[in-house]
């Protein structure tokens, strides 16, 4: 049998980070338990307190940067799906961690952000950051430099690399969807778009995602479990 598929487009979400030792947001102990989405995830929740918003993301840049978190194998599967196959593996992230990098993934878009860059809060123009952002912080990129904000898209913002990903999923043949609640959009969307342009579809979770009924095909389990053994059976047949 032929090889079904030439440009395969992937999302992932915080669920394939949990086993690495990341917390997700709508999990029991997620971080929206904990924290307010209003306070530390929207424009106006970062202008009412700047410094609560920077410190809720300086701890996830310090849990990055501690030398503690690692990639695991769903990680890994899907940056050997991309270096093993003859065709475009097109991976969308909403993660703002750094593990598919780690990995050895290279097509990536990081539609939520990076945390280990920092955003001129004027102009938009990101720089690689590691440690803290402080109050302190501000760009070189301003005749009068504005105060440095994480590179993360918030609520209510428009996140990025969209143009890139309409054009991936228009032209996606299989579109996998990994370890994410599918309760935001526009993300929690693309299903619908892939399949609407011909794509076969697969949802790759813990359980069940809000959007669940939208895929042709679904896998439940552990990320490190279920995403290495699709990869196999991908690669055995490629
Ligand atoms: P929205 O328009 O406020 O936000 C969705 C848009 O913001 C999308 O474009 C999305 O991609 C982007 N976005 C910005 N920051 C994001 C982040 N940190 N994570 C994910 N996506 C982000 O619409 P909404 O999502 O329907 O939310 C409506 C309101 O309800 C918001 O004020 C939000 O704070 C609040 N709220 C939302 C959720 C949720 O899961 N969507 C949960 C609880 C509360
Ligand atoms: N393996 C597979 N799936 C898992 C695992 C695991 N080990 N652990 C958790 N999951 C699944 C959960 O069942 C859940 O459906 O991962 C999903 C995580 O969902 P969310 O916490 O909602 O994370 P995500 O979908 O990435 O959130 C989207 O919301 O607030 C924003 O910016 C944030 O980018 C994020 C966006």
Request: hydrophobic share 40%; charged share 20%.
């Amino acid at each position: 049998m032929q090889f079904p598929y030439r440009n395969i487009v992937i999302l992932t979400g915080a669920g394939i980070s949990a086993e690495s030792g990341i917390r997700t947001f709508r999990d029991q102990d997620g971080l929206w338990e904990s924290h307010r989405i209003e306070d530390v995830a929207t424009p106006e929740g970062y202008y009412r307190d700047p410094v609560l918003v920077q410190n809720f993301y300086n701890l996830r840049r310090q849990q990055l940067e501690s030398g503690s978190v690692f990639p695991n194998k769903a990680h890994e599967a899907l940056a050997l799906l991309e270096q093993q196959l003859d065709g475009t593996v097109t991976l969308v992230t909403q993660n703002i961690d750094n593990l598919h990098e780690m990995a050895g993934s290279k097509n990536i878009i990081h539609m939520h952000g990076e945390l280990l860059k920092a955003q001129c809060s004027n102009t938009g123009q990101t720089v690689e950051w590691s440690g803290d952002i402080s109050l302190d912080d501000h760009c070189h990129c301003c005749q009068i430099p504005a105060p440095l904000r994480p590179n993360v898209v918030w609520f209510g913002e428009m996140p990025i690399g969209m143009d890139r990903i309409h054009q991936a999923l228009m032209e996606a043949d299989l579109f996998i969807s990994i370890g994410t609640s599918g309760a935001v959009y526009p993300a929690a969307g693309f299903v619908h778009e892939a399949a609407m342009h011909g794509a076969h579809t697969i949802e790759l979770n813990l359980e069940p995602s809000e959007v669940e009924n939208e895929f042709a095909e679904k896998r439940y389990g552990q990320a490190s479990d279920i995403v290495p053994a699709y990869v196999a059976e991908l690669l055995a047949i490629s």
